[in-house]
DNA sequence: CTGAAAGCGCTAACAG
DNA sequence: CTGTTAGCGCTTTCAG
């Protein structure tokens, strides 16, 4: 069953039905819809294979991720998922584990299927990998940034263009809600720091801790992996300290879960003797006891942001380049994992 | 760039490089040689949608599930697809969101891009859009059963296979572990009951309770839809009863993190006030507070019944027709969320 | 506005 | 063991 049934069928030629699949307008409505006619009769479905082999364009698009089994990014691969059918495209998801050889894998057989774009949602790739890409030509679209320095300038044009995020304004308002409330000893619990998502957080939290003018103990700040496994050892290093924080910020939701059961674990109470701040707003946070607060950027404009931006590389042309940079905010959404530090009354000196 | 230009470098035929890129084993060694040489210096990457279009295999394989959002899917997907990468295909996801529309479009695409086999991994599927798949003779393997009743029996092969799975082992042991700490009025927060999974669960627990000899009384079950909104609202229910059972059991483990959030919300202590039994053993599980006691099946195991049995129908010939049925077992992992009920003193009658 | 014909990049007979 | 050749199902000039 192929098109040369239904033009038979139909009585017209294959390049007819050709044309009326592709809702081509210039087709006399009479044989169009003789030609739907058909196909809905007999069930017809065009075979992308054919289609991609000889218009170039796959339809296709991957991305390619760090670790699916966090709950981080089945949410955004669902919005991007969602967005790229929308628009007409499949998407296609390598999980790359952190693993070198895994990533090799994932790009080589993105390659093979002659994807039209690709979005990078996690870092710690190769840049010689990359380069594999961005050499074919492939768009490609990065959360953030592109790896640091290494010059990924495809030959002819840079179809390469970056999300960026404020990371800035939501850990801002999170260090605030927590000053505000009274705390002075925060800690937090960092992503990995090759990870360059985690260390911008990292970073915007040390500048916000110093614009308020907080002392920020280097013993404070410890470096996980962004899994729960890891935020309990966080957690567990911060509570040992002589004089730990009262409360602690972590670099996503994974994390902070983590350190959340660690805590509870040690006989602390939430939010009364330790306030805890996720970072991502996974959906699972509101369900956490308390609920978690934590800092929202959307999955969803994130997503969207990503496939707009490699279906604008794809359509570019002279007069109509694609936009290379996208902002997406984040803000805090305050739950019941912070309050008033229980020391606080005693931390009021004189004065204030 | 393509295979002839990687067959004019290396002074051979296409048919050359096309044997030695299919790892054809008579080809001379020397020729082979040369080709790898000239394939790895121009980095050529054999073009998947003409090979599809010219084997009529395109090594791609269709999931189905309902929501991505449920951590028990990516986690059965991640299986699926590391499975299916290593016998060599591709998977492509397709998520109905529970919507008639959605599964339309979701088979649409997945005839279009004529995927070698299809994992249905939710129910709630037209019966007549699954006709239009089997129709086309596309392998296709369920989780615990087809369809009930509805004939899909394709024309000439019966390329359908189920995978099920023994609800009644691990319900079974959860009940009885329940049972013997002291527990004698067990609630169930159910699926919805239109899906099969759902239901088979709900009666591996109603025959588990009988089988123990305890009484249970209709409103001591739920039904719910697997999220953890509605878990929130069955435990609500159940709380509100005039004599509240001492256990729940749940249907997943979604809803027992909400059944739990409210009865820690009611001010009720977990175990000693309430018991609690999830199931599936998500990941999550262990880093609520208290870790989960859960009923676990292997998503790995799953997942990879499921590819092997599409591969095995793929491979399938009359000498070595492929098995249309495999099982996999549920076991209970006991944490911190059961315990002996509060008033399970006063319970003793005399005599026990 | 429609049809005939030329491939897209590759595999699989079939000769040599 | 290697090369030549005929398509796979479709889109897209190019004539009519």
């Known amino acids: 069953m192929d098109i040369r049934t239904v033009a038979a069928e139909a009585g017209v030629s294959i390049a007819t039905v050709s044309r009326v699949m592709n809702h081509v307008k210039t087709v006399d409505p009479k044989l169009s819809k003789r030609v739907w006619e058909v196909v809905n009769r007999l ?42 059918v929308e628009v007409g495209y499949e998407t296609m998801i390598g999980s790359t584990k952190r ?14 299927r002659k994807v039209d774009g690709v979005a990078v949602m996690t870092f710690g790739i190769e840049p010689l990998l990359l380069e594999r890409l961005s050499l074919q030509g492939i768009p490609m679209v990065f959360i953030d940034v592109a ?30 809600h927590l000053a505000v409330l ?73 994390t902070a879960i983590g350190a959340m059961h660690t805590a509870l674990g040690a006989g602390l109470r939430i939010p009364h003797d330790l ?18 607060t934590s800092i929202q950027m959307s999955r969803r404009d994130l997503a969207s942001a990503a496939v707009m931006a490699l279906k604008a590389h794809i359509d570019e042309s002279e007069d109509h380049p694609a936009p290379s940079n996208t902002g997406i905010e984040t803000r805090l959404v305050v739950r019941q994992t912070t309050s008033i530090p229980r020391g606080a009354l005693s931390d009021l000196k004189p004065g204030e």
């Open 43 to 84: 069930g017809y479905v065009p075979n992308t294979q054919a289609r991609a082999l000889v218009s170039g364009r796959s339809r296709l698009f991957g991305v390619i991720i760090s670790d699916i089994t966090n709950p981080f990014f089945p949410e955004l691969i669902q919005g991007f998922e969602e967005k790229a």
């Open 99 to 112: 693993d070198l050889k895994q990533m090799e894998l994932c790009i080589q057989r993105m390659l093979e």
């Open 147 to 176: 790896p640091p320095g290494h010059a990924i300038t495809p030959p002819p044009g840079k179809a390469i263009s970056t999300i960026s995020i404020d990371y800035e304004k939501g850990i801002r308002e999170g260090v605030q």
């Open 182 to 254: 009274g705390h002075r000893r925060i800690g937090f619990l960092a992503g990995p720091r090759y990870l360059h998502t985690a260390l911008a957080r990292e970073h915007a939290f040390r500048r916000s801790i110093q614009a308020i003018g907080l002392a920020l103990p280097e013993e404070y700040v410890f470096e996980g992996d962004h899994t729960a496994e890891v935020g309990m050892d966080g957690m567990s290093a911060l509570l040992a300290l002589a004089d730990p924080p009262t409360a602690v910020m972590c670099s996503n939701d994974m």
């Open 275 to 292: 306030s805890v701040i996720g970072f991502d707003d996974i959906r699972l946070a509101q369900y956490m006891f308390p609920p978690m």
